[in-house]
């Protein structure tokens, strides 16, 4: 099924070829788990700090579930970041 | 000591200029630069004069690490009751004049009164003189700086001044200080121009060597550097990306607020984001970012600087703009970005430009603008009042000129210059302001972040992130993650961040090294600095007492405790996308619940116990 996939910041040059404004398409199986993601796309885990799905926030210790998304999920992972 | 046990009195009424010892029993209780300067404003102005009268009085103060090397401190703080609010007003700056206000042995300076015509303050080390500044007047910040530096011929004097937008009553103006530095909110400029005071020129060559114990100043120091360096957000994210990195996160967590505050998400964010800073320019291959920049004595580096596109429409005809100064950061992006609907990188950063040469706040500014374009579109506001211009959400020309005519004070720009509040009350609908106590908010939506819905409502200042980030939590997970759709637990973190906030901008150091620092980083530098035992405790009681002396202050001025809420469109209209898709901002929920972890009553009020516990003056 399709996802998308973003990344951001120190992150960004982890996208495959084409990504636009941060963003890819991409093919992931149904029981993939968030870190299979992570560590398919080669994010350092340690900085996979802020990952969301569709905007909403998943900690550390459920990204080892499968099935957590769905055709048309958007998934975005960011560094430890801050600003203000 | 840290302090320098000096300030300046400044009477621009009689042109006199004297020097006083520091209150060391308010020091105690308020440290200094915020807490201190407001206990001595407290101390010395009537809570219901004329902001703009020569009654009420503008105060420039360092805090004790200012000027010394600790990471971060060169900070120092511009405190008067506001015209924009009516409440106190503190507005923080970087760049280098608070250090250099410090090496030139003081630690503070106070105005009062007003001059017959234009001045300016000129301070070398111990000897302060007024000027004449009718040359200056009229002059935009970066004039003035160029003239004033062309006279002194030495590039190590430190200016702080006023633009036009100021000097045309502009309710939100900044004093800018290093040309793009800005002490920005709460319209603290406009009260210097009141003064008719265009300047503060100061140079200091007596470095700051009164440290309580050095040698350990300089291991805690160290050990604080370290900690900096070695956290991933200030020692990595913010130097590469300053914070406009926030602006992906921002929109993907539905917290963005677009187009007047209407949406919570805006299509345009990667367009004028930290990342698209980044992005080689299809013109000439150049990235919007030059490269990043550091304050006195730090050692994050968040600053942006940056360059417009030569080719773009508003500097194509403008060679005086194809410059690298101050670029975007993350709150000034968005006002002038989302808030008005234009994904025009080049044109933010154009009207970011004249915010820094004329001295307005880009916050407010871009949130009046916003305001204005809603008028606009359902016709309270015609073309007959913009001269011909269509106010319209999205245009890049209508935002860069309404940044031209703000900065002058020209025609339609007098309008946008009566800040948000008071714009939507002169067209009709009041409703239309998105402000608390007649300040514009900043970038975070309290629908899809209920934290920052109380600390915006509760804010001494009016709608700020600045006084209560709990953003820092709810999204980014400093220093612990919570949920920002969650109103359980936010009371008590918003009263935290308000409180150690107040301590920290009493200091001398930037609230930014809290995305690294603890209180237990930042007191033992304090205690080794100054005399006294200054544990992370005490610095919190400090913290908590300038809380409820600000808040005394703004009751005295007639802002009673109703005015805790929020616009009633972040009350009573749903978000309509991302995850707080049909969330409003529950404020009732976490408000009484503030109130008794502050100690007041349920109506807001301070209780005596609460004046007693903290020592309130008055």
């Not at chain 1, 569709?54 to 992972?77: H, K, M, S, W, Y």
């Not at chain 2, 269509?390 to 005519?405: I, N, Q, T, V």
């Not at chain 2, 980030?469 to 999204?475: D, F, L, P, R």
Request: hydrophobic share 40%.
């Amino acid at each position: 099924m399709k996802i998308t996939l973003k990344l951001y910041a120190t992150l960004s040059d982890l996208l495959p070829a084409g990504a636009v404004a941060n963003a890819s398409s991409i093919e992931i199986d149904e029981a993939a788990t968030l870190n299979h993601i992570i560590d398919r796309y080669r994010v350092p885990r340690e900085l996979a700090h802020l990952v969301l799905i569709n905007g909403v926030f998943v900690c550390d210790t459920d990204r080892d579930q499968p099935g957590a998304l769905v055709e048309g999920d958007v998934l975005a992972i960011w560094p430890p970041v801050a600003g203000g | 000591m840290a302090w320098t046990r000096k300030l300046l009195r400044v009477n621009l009424t009689n042109g006199t200029v004297a020097e006083e010892g520091l209150n060391m029993g308010w020091a105690n209780d308020y440290l200094g630069q915020r807490g201190l300067a407001t206990r001595y404003l407290v101390d010395e102005i009537d809570p219901q004069c004329d902001p703009l009268g020569p009654d009420n009085k503008l105060i420039m103060a360092t805090g004790p690490l200012t000027g010394t090397n600790a990471s971060t401190a060169g900070r120092y703080s511009v405190i008067c009751k506001s015209p924009l609010t009516g409440a106190v007003a503190c507005s923080n700056s970087g760049g280098f004049i608070g250090a250099e206000m410090k090496m030139a042995g003081w630690d503070m300076v106070i105005f009062e009164g007003k001059a017959a015509s234009p001045v300016y303050l000129h301070i070398v080390d111990g000897v302060a003189k007024l000027e004449p500044a009718d040359d200056l007047w009229g002059k935009s910040v970066w004039e003035a700086d160029k003239a004033l530096h062309a006279k002194f011929q030495d590039p190590q004097t430190r200016i702080a001044l006023v633009g036009r937008s100021a000097e045309q009553g502009c309710l939100y103006a900044a004093v800018v200080n290093d040309l793009h530095r800005a002490a920005g909110r709460s319209g603290v400029g406009t009260v210097m121009a009141s003064k008719n005071l265009k300047a503060v020129a100061i140079r200091g060559t007596q470095g700051v060597g009164n440290i309580e114990d050095p040698k350990k100043f300089m291991e805690t120091v160290k050990a604080g550097k370290a900690v900096l360096a070695e956290n991933a957000v200030t020692g990595q994210g913010l130097p590469t990306y300053g914070t406009q990195v926030l602006m992906n996160v921002i929109n993907e967590v539905g917290a963005l607020p677009t187009r007047n505050m209407r949406e919570v998400q805006f299509e345009g964010a990667s367009k004028v984001s930290g990342e698209a800073m980044h992005e080689p320019r299809k013109s000439d291959g150049k990235k919007n970012l030059t490269t990043n920049g550091a304050c006195f004595s730090c050692t994050i580096a968040c600053g942006r600087i940056s360059t417009i596109d030569r080719t773009h429409f508003s500097v194509k005809d403008k060679p005086e703009y194809w410059i690298n100064s101050g670029g975007l950061e993350y709150e000034a992006a968005w006002a002038l970005g989302p808030d008005t609907g234009v994904d025009d990188m080049d044109a933010l950063t154009y009207a970011n430009f004249l915010c820094n040469e004329d001295g307005m706040d880009p916050i407010s500014f871009g949130s009046t603008v916003a305001a204005a374009m809603e008028l606009y579109e359902i016709g309270a506001i015609t073309d007959s009042h913009t001269g011909g211009m269509e106010l319209k959400f999205g245009s890049a020309e209508a935002l860069c000129w309404a940044a031209e005519k703000v900065a002058k004070g020209e025609g339609f720009g007098k309008d946008l210059g009566l800040g948000s509040k008071k714009l939507c009350e002169k067209y009709g609908h009041p409703e239309l302001s998105m402000t608390v106590k007649g300040q514009e908010f900043p970038a975070y939506d309290p629908r899809g972040m209920q934290g920052m819905g109380l600390a915006y409502a509760t804010s001494n200042r009016g709608a700020c992130h600045l006084r209560g980030y709990t953003a820092a939590s709810e999204i980014l997970g400093i220093p612990e993650k919570t949920d920002p759709l969650h109103t359980e637990g936010k009371p008590g973190l918003v009263k935290a961040f308000q409180d150690a906030t107040a301590a920290v901008d009493s200091s001398g150091l930037c609230v930014f090294t809290t995305f690294a620092w603890t209180l237990d980083d930042i007191a033992p530098q304090v205690d080794a600095a100054c005399e006294g035992d200054w544990s992370p405790d005490r610095m919190l009681e400090v913290g908590e007492r300038i809380w409820n002396m600000e808040r005394d202050f703004n009751m005295k001025a007639g802002i009673a405790a109703s005015e805790d809420t929020l616009p009633k469109r972040l009350l009573s209209e749903s978000a309509n996308s991302g995850p707080a898709k049909d969330r409003v901002c529950d404020l009732d929920k976490m408000l009484p619940e503030y109130y008794a972890a502050r100690g007041w009553s349920s109506d807001g009020s301070i209780t005596s116990e609460t004046r007693q516990k903290f020592n309130l003056p008055g």
